[in-house]
């Protein structure tokens, strides 16, 4: 099977850019998690869905961030306007409603 | 406020040597706790983890002793070896049937020096 799928790896954006980050989750997969990941803050949790139904959308996070799950197989993470403190990794992981979050590899996010 | 704690913070020793991570949490309601292993430039993967009615859980070189009375548990690797080198992170939730959400530490980075 398919592990989760993230793209892209890497992106650069200019201050106040709009950028969207992609994520398919393992399939069949019912939870998906979008963290943040910096070496200062650690992995912060942006948003949690459960069956496409939102759970949580990380609080602090809400202005700017906004994800969604297009269908049960696809998400995304816009982040508008996009500002250099967004700088970070951004890793998207899903579960089958078990306790194992399965990561993927992440995108490299740098806003200049 | 952080609710799971990590120390320390980074954490070298030699090829063979015992690491010993430390985890500690705060809510009482925490019953499921998973060990991630990430190295760099990929995401966290799960490497061990436990719940809390046991008091140990091993997987070859590496077990979790669980103190649940003093709200701490530790991932100890033995015969530790250069490939073990990576981030660890400790991380709880309240299990299955509840939130899947993990509440993850601030990681422990392990250097294996040959």
């Known amino acids: 099977d398919a592990g989760v799928t993230q793209t892209p790896r890497h992106e650069v954006a200019e201050k106040g850019q709009t950028i969207i980050l992609k994520c398919e989750p393992v399939?069949?997969?019912?939870?998906l998690f979008w963290y943040r990941q910096t070496k200062i803050q650690g992995l912060e949790l942006l948003s949690y869905?459960?069956?496409?139904?939102?759970?949580?959308d990380g609080g602090a996070f809400k202005d700017r961030f906004k994800a969604e799950m297009l269908n049960s197989s696809f998400s995304t993470l816009k982040i508008q306007p996009t500002e250099p403190k967004d700088s970070a990794v951004y890793l998207c992981a899903s579960s089958s409603g078990g306790d194992t979050q399965y990561f993927g590899p992440g995108t490299r996010l740098l806003v200049l | 406020q952080q609710q799971v704690r990590q120390s320390p913070q980074s954490l070298t020793v030699w090829e063979g040597e015992t690491a010993i991570l430390n985890c500690s949490y705060e809510?009482?309601?925490?019953?499921?706790f998973p060990w991630y292993q990430q190295f760099p430039g990929e995401g966290p993967a799960l490497l061990i983890s436990i719940s809390s009615v046991s008091d140990k859980k091993e997987d070859g070189r590496f077990t979790i002793f669980f103190n649940k009375r003093e709200k701490k548990l530790s991932l100890h690797i033995t015969d530790s070896q250069p490939g073990d080198s990576a981030t660890y992170f400790c991380a709880a939730s309240i299990g299955q049937g509840g939130s899947a959400k993990l509440i993850f530490g601030e990681g422990t980075k392990l250097t294996v020096s040959s």
């Open positions: 809510d009482s309601t925490f019953n499921y």
């Open positions: 399939s069949g997969h019912n939870d």
């Open positions: 869905f459960r069956s496409k139904s939102l759970m949580e």
